[in-house]
């Protein structure tokens, strides 16, 4: 069975209630339930982990070797500026595929630049909840292809 871990970075513990004309009506659980439920019709297990603490993710991270087969993140904030996600990023062989509920590339200047991005396997940004879906999906299509392989 595939193991796949969520993990949100800083501030989307406050979802649905955080600027939702951004970021949208959801909360952080609802958007949880919904990839749990998608994950055991594909038959894969689905972890959760948010934390507003960088060093935290970075430990994370570093811990999914050997444990997961893939990573969805949301980097959040961090993912303009954190250097340390992306060297644990591409320490370890883990596929992570980045997710933004907001179009980062619509929104201000200082966010149009993700660090991470030359060193996770695509980007998933712009439908809301549906980012973390679109990835999700993106995994079973993947692990379709390798399985053919």
């Known amino acids: 069975m ?3 871990l969520v993990l949100h970075g800083p501030n989307l513990n406050l979802l649905g209630r955080r600027e939702p ?3 949208g009506a959801l909360t952080l659980e609802d958007i949880n339930e919904t990839l749990r439920k998608r994950a055991e019709e594909m ?3 689905i972890d959760f982990r948010q934390s507003n603490h960088e060093g935290t993710l970075v430990d994370v991270i570093q811990g999914a070797e050997g ?6 993140l949301n980097a959040a904030a961090f993912t303009h500026y954190s ?3 992306r060297d644990a990023i ?3 062989s883990v596929p992570v595929i980045e997710v933004h509920l907001s179009n980062i590339h619509k929104r201000e200047e200082f966010r149009h630049k993700s660090v991470i991005a030359p060193v996770v396997m695509g980007q998933v940004v712009g439908f809301g909840a549906e980012s973390y879906l679109g990835a999700l999906e993106i995994i079973f299509l993947k692990m379709k292809v390798e399985a053919r392989r």
């Open 21 to 23: 004309e951004i970021y």
């Open 2 to 4: 595939p193991k796949i």
């Open 90 to 92: 591409s320490a370890i």
């Open 67 to 72: 444990e997961y087969d893939f990573i969805i």
């Open 83 to 85: 250097v340390a996600l």
């Open 43 to 45: 038959g894969a297990a």
